[in-house]
């Protein structure tokens, strides 16, 4: 394949396409732990593909479920129709969330789930006969996809510049992070949780009756795994409810096994009144996400005081058949091998793994929780980020696929990492560590 001339027509997301031209990794194959590259390379995914094969690689239970889904009901339309496995799926999935119950919409991606999830929000208001109730806060250093209204209420400066103007009516908190007084945390930091205070300063500035939510990530992942200061979400909770407010978790990362539990809003012991969740829920083999919410949200809406109570969203492929299928097979696996913890039995030793990084040349920060650790470089003077990537291509050089963004290195290995695994990839780092400075 000429990769220069494949380019001209593949314009690809997130991507330098003439840098990649250069430097193509291209993978023809994945089993288990590993992928292997189109000239026959294996590499250990020490980041789950993106935060999504939890259970590990060509799991012939979910390829088996799709195809037999494909082979019987190729499609069906879910509006004002649908199939058995989507009604069984949201049950499911309903009796994982915090409370045991609750009523799901399916989409098709992270990005779906977050738009949905607003959209419920202020719709939710209006039934209620609050139509005043528009504003979203959201916070700096988040990642809520890449729909208008997932960037609107993201923090992330580079993505939304060249697209601005955004949705109106958004303000940002600031993130909870300081390295000087935060840093080089494990688990939970004990530092930052008045920054939940920030949301009383927007309430100061903006009248509490005009906002509808508030959209947190619990542990911001694709920035940098902050993981929330001890009490931070619990006081959120406390101001959303004093204002009448809903909190939303994005939990497309943090859900699914990825710290040990069904989604962090269990681990925390925090029940947001919405959670968004995507990637581990058909453990990457089909796209779908899934927006759950609590059940007075939705008897509000139903009860509600609108003259139309149906909800006037949706997607062709919400709730399609093979997505469906794939989602319910990964949950079969996740109940079987009880994926749900198996991330706390590893923990220890991944933290420990990453933070034995923490004496390296230039390493500025580790944090980690559940299986999630990011380790921060000291930037190479007036050039951004390339150390990181410098340290990403070693990996790769010595098998490992990593995540980089900014001078930040991430890791996130399938829940079914083994822990001589975990050994390799963090000996994998230690050593690329060592070849930059
Ligand atoms: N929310 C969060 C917290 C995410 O991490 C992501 C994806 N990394 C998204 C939303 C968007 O998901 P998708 O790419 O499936 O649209």
Redesign the pocket.
């Known amino acids: 394949m000429n990769n220069a001339e494949s380019l001209r027509s593949y314009w690809m997301p997130f991507t330098a396409n003439a840098k990649f031209a250069a430097a193509p990794r291209l993978f023809s194959s994945a089993e288990g732990m590993f992928y292997t590259t189109t000239d026959g390379r294996p590499i250990l995914d020490a980041i789950a593909g993106?935060?999504c094969v939890n259970a590990g690689h060509g799991r012939r239970e979910i390829t088996d479920a799709i195809k037999t889904a494909a082979e019987t009901l190729d499609f069906v339309s879910s509006f004002q129709m649908g199939h058995p496995a989507a009604f069984e799926l949201c049950r499911r999935l309903s009796e994982k969330a915090p409370e045991g119950k609750g009523h799901v919409f399916l989409s098709n991606?992270?990005?779906?789930a977050?738009d949905t999830a607003l959209k419920i929000a202020r719709g939710y208001h209006r039934s209620r006969g609050e139509p005043s109730r528009t504003r979203f806060v959201g916070r700096a250093r988040a990642?809520?996809?890449?729909g208008w209204a997932?960037l609107s209420v993201g923090g992330i400066g580079r993505h939304r510049r060249d697209f601005e103007p955004l949705l109106p009516q958004v303000s940002h908190m600031r993130h909870p992070y300081d390295p000087q007084k935060s840093g080089f945390s494990r688990g939970l930091p004990e530092w930052g949780a008045d920054f939940a205070n920030d949301l009383e300063n927007v309430l100061a500035v903006h009248d509490p009756t005009t906002v509808a939510a508030v959209i947190v990530?619990p542990v911001a992942?694709?920035t940098g795994v902050f993981a929330p200061p001890r009490g931070y979400l619990e006081r959120l909770r406390q101001i959303c409810d004093k204002h009448g407010i809903l909190l939303i978790f994005?939990e497309?990362?943090t859900g699914f096994g990825r710290l040990g539990s069904t989604f962090a809003a269990k681990r925390f012991g925090v029940t947001p009144d919405i959670i968004?969740c995507?990637?581990g829920l058909s453990n990457g083999a089909a796209p779908i996400?899934a927006t759950i919410a609590r059940p007075f949200i939705y008897d509000t809406w139903m009860n509600g005081a609108r003259d139309a109570i149906e909800f006037s969203h949706g997607y062709t492929y919400s709730g399609h058949p093979l997505s469906c299928a794939a989602a319910l097979a990964t949950m079969d696996v996740f109940d079987k091998e009880d994926l749900w913890t198996r991330g706390l039995g590893i923990e220890q030793m991944f933290e420990d793994a990453a933070h034995d990084l923490a004496d390296r040349n230039c390493v500025r920060d580790v944090r980690n929780i559940g299986l999630l650790a990011a380790i921060d470089l000291e930037p190479e003077p007036g050039k951004p980020g390339v150390r990181a990537q410098q340290v990403n291509a070693a990996c790769f050089e010595a098998g490992v696929l990593i995540r980089t963004t900014g001078d930040t290195l991430m890791i996130s290995p399938p829940i079914v990492a083994e822990p001589a695994q975990i050994d390799r990839i963090f000996s994998t780092l230690r050593n690329a560590i060592g070849t930059i400075a």
């Open positions: 993106l935060w991606s992270g990005s779906e977050v990642y809520h996809g890449m997932g990530e992942g694709s994005d497309v990362i968004t995507a990637k996400g």
